[in-house]
């Protein structure tokens, strides 16, 4: 039994895994990766980056940050962000990093600090989000992540009204790994989930009204059309009748005199 207690010990202080549900090493920057220094502000208008590139932004605390990224299956993700405070804050307060898929429906994380609470006195707060791996082909009803555009969503959730409007600045990576092994789907994807984001034609005049057409007058205005189902109903009805009438007479019985 010691000898256990202290072989486990010395694996944590070296560092290493007792359990496959630790989590990796934080992802790193792409060597030679351009970083961004912009976010959207909507779905509509979030900032493309890849994983591997580094984001450094300027915001104010409130701001919904909204990027995107490209996710091929096979893939596990991993998203990390640093919110520094510029200034001193009144209270503490909670911030959240939220993922979503290209049906905009929003992804679990199997681990990271998805909504740390930041104190007062502190001076930056660390956000993290593991992914499930990306799946070639899923079911419609499981919400399984599948190959597509996804959606990141830094925000606050919860923060003394004061410190709203303050100074932040946003450190945010998204790490890429493929996981290896079989995954035993049966089928694949036929295309990405992409949201159509093609606006309509936009009418700058009022379109005009189709002309009505008129109504036919005259004599043979009420008569029906050649080939409508009044006409068949009327010739069935008259042959119907003549058959009867012959019928009748073929097998009434002559008067005597």
Request: proline share 9%; hydrophobic share 40%.
């Amino acid at each position: 039994m010691r000898t256990l207690i202290r072989s486990a010990a010395a694996l944590a202080a070296a560092g290493l895994a007792l359990a496959p549900g630790v989590a990796a090493a934080a992802p790193t920057p792409s060597p030679g990766a351009a970083t961004v220094t912009k976010a959207g502000t909507s779905f509509l208008t979030a900032t493309p980056i890849t994983p591997g590139q580094p984001v450094r932004v300027g915001a104010s605390t409130g701001d919904h940050l909204y990027w995107s990224f490209r996710a091929e299956a096979g893939q596990v993700h991993e998203v990390t962000a640093t919110v520094a405070f510029g200034k001193a804050r009144t209270g503490a307060s909670t911030w959240t990093v939220d993922v979503f898929d290209g049906l905009r429906r929003r992804q679990a994380c199997t681990a990271g600090a998805q909504t740390p609470t930041a104190a007062a006195t502190a001076t930056s707060v660390a956000l993290g989000c593991t992914l499930r791996r990306v799946r070639p082909w899923a079911e419609p009803w499981s919400g399984d992540p599948l190959p597509g555009t996804y959606y990141l969503r830094l925000s606050v959730t919860d923060l003394p009204e004061p410190d709203l409007g303050l100074p932040v600045e946003v450190d945010l990576l998204v790490g890429a790994e493929a996981e290896g092994g079989g995954s035993g789907d049966d089928g694949e994807l036929e295309a990405p989930l992409v949201p159509n984001t093609r606006a309509g034609q936009v009418l700058t005049a009022e379109p005009a009204p189709e002309p009505v057409a008129e109504e036919e007058g005259g004599l043979t205005g009420w008569l029906p059309k050649p080939g409508s189902r009044w006409v068949w109903t009327s010739v069935g009805g008259v042959l119907a009748a003549v058959a009867g009438v012959a019928g009748f007479a073929l097998t009434r019985r002559p008067r005597r005199p």
